[in-house]
């Protein structure tokens, strides 16, 4: 007989085997609508993604009154509130909820294109508000479709860190256009993250996908490749290892033969930028910037 409960109630943490989805689907022909903000300024992240961020923290010198109401200040610190770190495909949330504690001073959110696996993080992270309190509060996660829709969220020069851990690799050649890593949307990233603090964070256990995503990120000229000893000086890198489901599935079958393949990039200021690396980004116009087999654009 049906039921009209859910599966999980808010509070406790949910199965996974009740929140189980296909792995990956095409984002460039899904077409489920989403909502989302005409500009990044329209967005109240705290209204439900972080009702109780940090930052919203009764101060001294609030006001206080009987109805509880919000106080200037605090109204002031929610207009301030929004995500700074990116967790791209975040799966089932681990990678997310490792780094609200490894970043405590950072704004977390995990994107999901995924109905059911969103539901299941959001569930995942209630329930360790409610087990751990005053933690997880700076995580969230979010429904949409990345390559999409970040710049209707997210302003100029807005976000810390971007993490792309185990995409699609979308093997056969007519798919390229579908990883989340290529030209175009590089320059997307690039625009939202931070100068000379963006990073930009990619890991597959993928040879091929990982020879793509150095080919494509080393030829941006707004990014440098960061060396072994800083990569390994930086907690995160270690996180995107060892607490996302590919990666721990990678840990326990290395007597296999899997390995991991990561790099991480610097978003750099403009002005490092010599001429002859900045004049390669005008290849990309208005006029070829669909071209004939590219985003499913086909000419008759």
């Known amino acids: 007989m049906g039921t009209n409960e859910p599966i999980t109630a808010d509070g406790d943490m949910p199965k996974k085997k009740f929140y189980r989805s296909r792995a990956h689907c095409n984002p460039l022909s899904f077409n489920e609508t989403f909502n989302y903000p005409t500009r990044p300024d329209f967005m109240d992240w705290t209204e439900e993604y972080y009702p109780n961020h940090p930052s919203l923290d009764k101060k001294e010198g609030d006001a206080v009154n009987s109805k509880n109401t919000i106080s200037f200040s605090q109204l002031s610190n929610a207009m301030n509130v929004h995500p700074d770190v990116l967790d791209v495909g975040c799966g089932f949330g681990g990678l997310t909820m490792a780094l609200s504690t490894a970043l405590p001073n950072n704004t977390i959110l995990g994107l999901e294109i995924r109905a059911k696996v969103t539901e299941y993080v959001r569930l995942r992270i209630v329930a360790q508000r ?10 969230s996660v979010m429904r949409t479709n990345a390559m999409k829709y970040l710049p209707n969220f997210f302003s100029k020069g807005s976000l810390e860190k971007i993490f792309f851990c185990f995409p699609d690799p979308h093997f056969k050649r007519k798919n390229w256009p579908r990883r989340i890593i290529s030209e175009r949307l590089l320059s997307e990233y690039v625009y939202l993250l931070k100068p000379s603090v963006g990073r930009l964070y990619c890991i597959t256990d993928v040879k091929d996908l990982h020879d793509w995503h150095v080919d494509k990120c080393s030829m941006h ?18 996180l995107m290892k060892s607490e996302t489901e590919e990666g721990k599935k990678v840990i326990r079958e290395g007597k296999f033969g899997h390995v991991m393949y990561y790099k991480v990039y610097k978003r750099v200021e403009l002005s490092e930028v010599d001429s002859a690396a900045a004049s390669a980004t005008a290849k990309v116009t208005v006029e070829n910037f669909f071209q004939e087999g590219q985003f499913g654009v086909e000419v008759a």
């Open 130 to 139: 409610k087990e751990h309190p005053g933690q997880y509060h700076n995580c």
């Open 221 to 238: 000229p707004m990014l440098q490749e960061l060396s072994n000893e800083e990569m390994e000086e930086d907690p995160c890198v270690a």
